[in-house]
């Protein structure tokens, strides 16, 4: 099992920056990727972010250019602690963000969430 723990979350003003960080315990060897989601008030839950074994990224086309993942999962080095670093920051970015950790034997574990609100 994984525990994740994320904070970092508030209120700024759009065009400001936040940094999300979230920490992992437990079976973090077992971790295949790291992510993050964020869901809007009436809306699904969507990928933000993601970060696969070998370090590959892959962003969401809305946050591409202004948000950047970084953690290492490759192989004996891993890192216990995911950020997410957002810059230019927009009213529609306001969500709850969620920390995603994918195991080897398919299992998935979230964090608890953190709000972000970007003020008009």
């Known amino acids: 099992q994984v525990q994740l723990v994320e904070s970092g979350g508030g209120l700024v003003q759009a065009g400001g920056s936040l940094r999300l960080s979230c920490a992992a315990s437990?079976?973090?060897?077992?971790?295949?990727?790291m992510g993050w989601y964020r869901q809007a008030p009436g809306k699904q839950r969507e990928l933000v972010a993601v970060v696969t074994r070998g370090d590959r990224t892959n962003y969401a086309d809305s946050v591409k250019g202004r948000f950047t993942i970084s953690s290492t999962i490759s192989g004996s080095n891993i890192k216990n602690t995911m950020y997410l670093q957002m810059n230019k920051l927009k009213p529609e970015d306001t969500a709850v963000y969620y920390c995603?950790?994918?195991?080897?034997?398919?299992?998935?574990?979230w964090g608890q969430g953190t709000q972000v609100t970007v003020s008009s």
């Open positions: 437990g079976s973090i060897f077992n971790i295949n990727a």
């Open positions: 995603n950790a994918d195991l080897t034997d398919q299992s998935r574990y």
